[in-house]
């Protein structure tokens, strides 16, 4: 296994909704996301980040949709 040249920047994949699902909504919570508790431990956290991503022949394609900012404690 091989290091990758680029930075790590960590993420969280949510869900993926196949083509043609409109409500995402609804894909989230049929696959019982909001229906339990999750323990995943603690991680320093400046932004949130939405990103659609279009899975493609030639990889995936990501399109920033909106960020906001977090608030220091």
Not at 20 to 34: H, I, S
Not at 44 to 53: D, I, Q
Request: with cysteine; proline share 4%.
């Amino acid at each position: 296994m091989s290091l990758e040249d680029r930075p790590f920047h960590p993420h969280l994949t949510l869900a993926r909704v196949r083509s043609g699902e409109r409500q995402v909504g609804r894909a989230l919570t049929g696959a019982g996301l909001f229906d339990r508790s999750i323990e995943a431990g603690s991680l320093a956290c400046e932004a949130v980040t939405l990103f659609k991503s279009d899975l493609t022949a030639k990889g995936p394609i990501h399109t920033w949709l909106w960020k906001v900012k977090l608030l220091k404690a």
